[in-house]
């Protein structure tokens, strides 16, 4: 089964930056938007923001808007969420997964849809 790997977790401290990557091998860039995704302990998954193949984004999560920064590189088959003035609320697992675009739009709000889905990487921020 093919899934995305995520990458760039880790431990940070409150006010820190992180840049996650989303290795999107395997599948037809022109086809498919891709969001991130995250969960925290305890909570249900949120949908974070939506990059669609060339290059258009929505960020669905008000609590990461002007903070968080998605990005894609088609010909490196990678997405980017560049994370900044991290906040201990930020702390989850972050997945990233694919949308076939003939099969919704670009948004994150329920996941509905999204395939690919990767294992995740954890990001912790904690002082």
């Known amino acids: 089964q093919l899934q995305f790997v995520e990458s760039g977790g880790g431990l940070v401290q409150p006010g820190d930056s992180l840049r996650l990557s989303c290795d999107t091998s395997g599948i037809s860039v022109n086809y498919y938007a891709i969001g991130w995704f995250r969960q925290a302990p305890g909570k249900e998954r949120e949908g974070i923001s939506c990059?669609?193949?060339?290059?258009?984004?929505?960020t669905d999560a008000d609590s990461v808007k002007g903070r968080f920064f998605i990005g894609r590189d088609n010909a490196k088959n990678t997405v980017s969420l560049e994370m900044n003035n991290l906040k201990e609320e930020d702390t989850a697992v972050y997945y990233c997964a694919a949308l076939f675009l003939p099969h919704g739009i670009c948004n994150t709000r329920s996941g509905g849809g999204y395939e690919y889905w990767g294992k995740g990487t954890q990001v912790t921020v904690s002082s």
């Open positions: 990059i669609t193949p060339s290059g258009g984004t929505t």
